[in-house]
């Protein structure tokens, strides 16, 4: 069946806005539709945000004791994926944000090469990190910011659902009752999906793990699919 990655993306968006609704109370007096996630096509990809409907993506109000304090900007790019079977996410953003400066963000691109393919960038600077890097990187700027952080590549990489639960656990921003199993639901989603796709990355160690160590009969096709070494190695 050819994938519909129309109704994909339309999907992944509701799914977006519940955990989002389930995790995160509204300000008071906001206009609900400034946090509603939108869904638009983008040439071959589909743009997933917040608020769009208004013009252009806006960030959700992260709340200590009822006000403001902080703020969320969650961007997502859907794709096929190389097989036209799946939809893929081709780049993401998740940026914690103070007074409109950014503190943490979590970025993602499929095809990065020169940096981690996932990683934090941490907006925190320290003296001792600016003297390292000037040490070890003269070339380098020396801000602690332009460190890439990586977190488990293409396939590893945290979910929205770990950024929340950073929110609310380590940052100690309010949260709705029940939180916690929506972060937990939706992370049981989060790694199927990407335990699936490491599957089809590399299946010969998935037979085997099933096979040798679980003890399935595992029936090979004529020609099995190759593993993809590539994505395997990448950071």
Not at 111 to 136: D, F
Not at 181 to 194: F, L, Y
């Amino acid at each position: 069946m050819p994938l519909d990655l129309e109704k994909e993306a339309a999907d992944f968006g509701q799914e977006l806005q519940q955990l989002l609704d389930d995790v995160l109370p509204y300000l008071d007096g906001t206009d609900p539709a400034l946090r509603q996630v939108t869904v638009t096509r983008e040439g071959l990809w589909f743009a997933v945000e917040i608020g769009t409907s208004t013009g252009k993506a806006v960030t959700i109000p992260l709340l200590s004791n009822g006000e403001k304090t902080a703020e969320l900007f969650v961007q997502i790019r859907l794709v096929a994926d190389t097989a036209d079977r799946y939809p893929a996410v081709a780049k993401s953003k998740f940026e914690v944000r103070i007074e409109r400066h950014p503190l943490l963000r979590l970025d993602f691109q499929r095809g990065m090469h020169t940096v981690p393919g996932c990683h934090w960038n941490v907006h925190a600077e320290r003296g001792a990190v600016t003297r390292l890097l000037a040490r070890n990187k003269p070339d380098h700027n020396g801000e602690l910011a332009k460190v890439h952080l990586p977190v488990g590549g293409v396939r590893m990489r945290p979910g929205l659902e770990d950024v929340l639960q950073l929110l609310t656990d380590e940052l100690g921003f309010d949260a709705l009752p029940g939180a916690r199993a929506a972060i937990e639901a939706g992370r049981v989603k989060w790694r199927r999906r990407q335990l699936a796709a490491m599957v089809r990355d590399d299946p010969n160690e998935a037979v085997r793990v099933l096979t040798e160590e679980l003890g399935f009969d595992v029936t090979a096709p004529k020609e099995p699919p190759p593993t993809n070494i590539d994505r395997l190695r990448r950071w």
